[in-house]
């Protein structure tokens, strides 16, 4: 039997027992499994033109698996009262409309601006009919020379309106966040990212299995079939729109296949390369702890030159530049610390999985946020993107603080304020009849 059958049948029964942990699709580690079981089905399947894959490669890939996995199994062994201590409360006791409705108005009047950026990049490649494609080459061009790619107000508005999705999907669907959620779409459609759009309709498909406590495999399959379907077809589309596919053959639907097939098995193959001449792929700075080391470099603790926002091609035998979570890990860290690392995130993130898992706003916010890192796993690393978590942390602290500000700064509704003039009212006929009996 081959090492990639035997990988096959590995992550096979890693992800049955991952499911039977907590009988969730939500749970990170089966997600983790899951993702790379479909990758390695793909590679099986022989559906894509690709380079052997070694069986080295594949021991790190299946030991980091269980590493990832034994640190979810650690997470649920957490006493589950602790798991019930709420920073907010789980359902506020009042809707916050005045700061709902400033936010929405806020994003709205944001996304002209984002239109007016789009268009800019697409005029500075000469134009054309489809701007997005001319954008997202505009955005390419001035990576590959180190130049911001779109000003940093871009990036900041598109994470706060999905940000502000997400937080509003915790309490209520209402107009505003059907408002902020269309805008929200939008924007990540302008940014020219299919990423994006990932975070934003997995994340709100997240909250909705927290909410309604169906997260059986069957059951969460059911509810998700059409945010799936739209997130395929969204994803598959905009390749004719930001993708250069001219020479291409195979027609629409052969292309479109071709490129999903190379983002789901291409980064492993990208990987073996990695693993099989590490020393060609090694980088003066950090990307495991750029965070840290970034954070210092701006106090003038240390010099620190941030690593190119897009890696170097190789050729297996496609052009590719992803190398799945482990390049950085295992060039940075070694197996050893690879494994380490990794036994750590997957703590961590079924931690907040178990939390969220409690009904807490604040604990369903971040990790409807976070279930994307899980999502992309075979394809890169997001994890150490503390930056982007700590900014999701920041803004949904701040939210869920103005949101609980006594009530004479923010007024609920108009019925609110109706019992507590009749209250005030009635209160006052009291007195009335004792000054009359006493009289």
Same mark, same amino acid.
């Given at each position: 039997?081959?090492?990639?059958?035997?990988?096959?049948?590995?992550?096979?029964?890693?992800?049955?027992?991952?499911?039977?942990?907590?009988?969730?699709?939500?749970?990170?580690?089966?997600?983790?499994?899951?993702?790379?079981?479909?990758?390695?089905?793909?590679?099986?399947?022989?559906?894509?033109?690709?380079?052997?894959?070694?069986?080295?490669?594949?021991?790190?890939?299946?030991?980091?698996?269980?590493?990832?996995?034994?640190?979810?199994?650690?997470?649920?062994?957490?006493?589950?009262?602790?798991?019930?201590?709420? #920073?907010? *409360?789980?359902?506020?006791? %009042?809707? +916050?409309?005045? @700061?709902?409705?400033? /936010?929405? =108005?806020? !994003?709205?009047?944001?996304?002209?601006?984002?239109?007016?950026?789009?268009?800019?990049?697409?005029?500075?490649?000469?134009?054309?009919?489809?701007?997005?494609?001319?954008?997202?080459?505009?955005?390419?061009?001035?990576?590959?020379?180190?130049?911001?790619?779109?000003?940093?107000?871009?990036?900041?508005?598109?994470?706060?309106?999905?940000?502000?999705?997400?937080?509003?999907?915790?309490?209520?669907?209402?107009?505003?966040?059907?408002?902020?959620?269309?805008?929200?779409?939008?924007?990540?459609?302008?940014?020219?990212?299919?990423?994006?759009?990932?975070?934003?309709?997995?994340?709100?498909?997240?909250?909705?299995?927290?909410?309604?406590?169906?997260?059986?495999? #069957?059951? *969460?399959?059911?509810?998700? %079939?059409? +945010?799936?379907? @739209?997130?395929?077809? /969204?994803? =598959?589309? !905009?390749?004719?729109?930001?993708?250069?596919?001219?020479?291409?053959?195979?027609?629409?639907?052969?292309?479109?296949?071709?490129?999903?097939?190379?983002?789901?098995?291409?980064?492993?193959?990208?990987?073996?390369?990695?693993?099989?001449?590490?020393?060609?792929?090694?980088?003066?700075?950090?990307?495991?702890?750029?965070?840290?080391?970034?954070?210092?470099?701006?106090?003038?603790?240390?010099?620190?030159?941030?690593?190119?926002?897009?890696?170097?091609?190789?050729?297996?035998?496609?052009?590719?530049?992803?190398?799945?979570?482990?390049?950085?890990?295992?060039?940075?860290?070694?197996?050893?610390?690879?494994?380490?690392?990794?036994?750590?995130?997957?703590?961590?993130?079924?931690?907040?999985?178990?939390?969220?898992?409690?009904?807490?706003?604040?604990?369903?916010?971040?990790?409807? !946020?976070?279930?994307?890192?899980?999502?992309?796993?075979?394809?890169?690393?997001?994890?150490?993107?503390?930056?982007?978590?700590?900014?999701?942390?920041?803004?949904?602290?701040?939210?869920?603080?103005?949101?609980?500000?006594?009530?004479?700064?923010?007024?609920?509704?108009?019925?609110?304020?109706?019992?507590?003039?009749?209250?005030?009212?009635?209160?006052?006929?009291?007195?009335?009849?004792?000054?009359?009996?006493?009289?």
């Amino acid at each position: 039997m081959s090492l990639l059958n035997l990988s096959l049948i590995f992550f096979l029964l890693l992800l049955v027992l991952n499911y039977r942990e907590h009988r969730s699709v939500l749970f990170p580690p089966f997600i983790f499994c899951a993702m790379w079981l479909l990758c390695l089905v793909v590679i099986r399947s022989n559906l894509i033109d690709l380079d052997p894959i070694h069986g080295n490669t594949l021991a790190i890939v299946a030991a980091g698996a269980t590493a990832f996995s034994v640190g979810g199994w650690i997470a649920g062994l957490v006493p589950r009262k602790l798991l019930r201590i709420h #920073l907010f *409360a789980p359902k506020p006791e %009042r809707t +916050p409309d005045l @700061l709902r409705n400033t /936010l929405m =108005i806020a !994003l709205l009047c944001g996304l002209p601006a984002m239109f007016y950026q789009t268009l800019q990049l697409s005029n500075s490649q000469g134009g054309g009919f489809n701007i997005l494609m001319q954008a997202r080459l505009a955005m390419f061009e001035n990576a590959q020379s180190g130049k911001l790619s779109v000003p940093f107000w871009v990036n900041d508005y598109l994470r706060i309106v999905i940000f502000a999705s997400l937080l509003f999907f915790t309490e209520k669907k209402d107009r505003q966040f059907w408002a902020v959620t269309v805008v929200a779409f939008i924007a990540c459609i302008l940014s020219t990212g299919r990423g994006d759009l990932v975070i934003l309709i997995a994340g709100l498909s997240t909250i909705s299995l927290l909410q309604r406590k169906q997260e059986s495999f #069957l059951v *969460a399959m059911r509810i998700l %079939r059409w +945010p799936i379907v @739209l997130v395929s077809a /969204l994803w =598959i589309g !905009l390749i004719f729109t930001n993708k250069d596919t001219k020479g291409m053959t195979g027609g629409a639907a052969g292309i479109a296949a071709t490129f999903v097939l190379s983002y789901i098995a291409g980064p492993l193959a990208a990987f073996d390369s990695v693993v099989q001449s590490p020393a060609g792929f090694m980088s003066i700075s950090s990307h495991t702890f750029q965070f840290p080391l970034h954070l210092a470099a701006t106090l003038h603790l240390t010099d620190y030159t941030m690593p190119p926002v897009l890696d170097s091609f190789v050729f297996v035998p496609f052009s590719m530049n992803v190398y799945t979570i482990f390049k950085f890990y295992f060039l940075e860290l070694g197996i050893t610390g690879t494994l380490v690392f990794l036994l750590f995130l997957g703590l961590l993130h079924s931690l907040i999985y178990l939390k969220a898992r409690q009904g807490g706003r604040l604990s369903m916010y971040l990790f409807a !946020l976070s279930i994307n890192t899980v999502l992309v796993v075979i394809a890169g690393d997001l994890y150490s993107d503390l930056g982007s978590f700590v900014a999701a942390l920041g803004f949904g602290l701040l939210y869920f603080l103005i949101g609980s500000l006594p009530l004479r700064l923010f007024p609920a509704n108009k019925q609110g304020h109706l019992n507590l003039r009749t209250s005030k009212a009635c209160y006052a006929s009291s007195l009335n009849h004792k000054e009359i009996d006493l009289g």
